[in-house]
């Protein structure tokens, strides 16, 4: 057994529970439209409409696509425990969701010039899982 304490005394990490539905459809080549109406709740789906709208060159569509799923994994993230700050790791697949949707809203926010919000994007992302931020950017 692996013991994961925090000796720096930080809040422990938060691990979103398992929703292999919508990533298995989005795996599957269903729309992310089509996920995200079926699951309105997963960050996955819509980060990727997020991801599809910024490559399209519709950059306000990705944030607002991106805005909604980084609400609904606040709101995931608290009901799982989450106090506002601490580890949310992307090692853990099902936090991959809220942090690639966090992840688009800092690109958006970036692109259309709302750098106060790109900044606290990019921190908070940084600050949650340093590997996200790396991996993602």
């Given at each position: 057994?692996v ?10 990490p ?47 569509e ?65 600050e ?10």
């Open positions: 057994m013991n994961h304490e925090n000796l720096l005394g930080g809040p422990p938060t691990h979103l529970p398992e929703d292999p539905e919508p990533r298995d459809l989005l795996a599957g080549g269903t729309a992310p439209a089509d996920v995200a109406a079926k699951y309105p709740t997963s960050c996955l789906a819509w980060a990727q409409l997020a991801d599809d709208a910024y490559d399209a060159g519709r950059t306000v990705s944030y607002a696509y991106a805005r909604t799923g980084y609400h609904r994994g606040l709101d995931l993230l608290r009901r799982n425990g989450w106090k506002g700050h601490g580890p949310v790791p992307f090692e853990h697949e099902p936090n991959r969701g809220f942090l690639r949707a966090l992840h688009a809203l800092a690109r958006a926010a970036k692109a259309i010039g709302e750098d106060e919000e790109y900044e606290r994007c990019s921190t908070f992302l940084k949650s899982s340093p590997t996200a931020a790396a991996t993602l950017s």
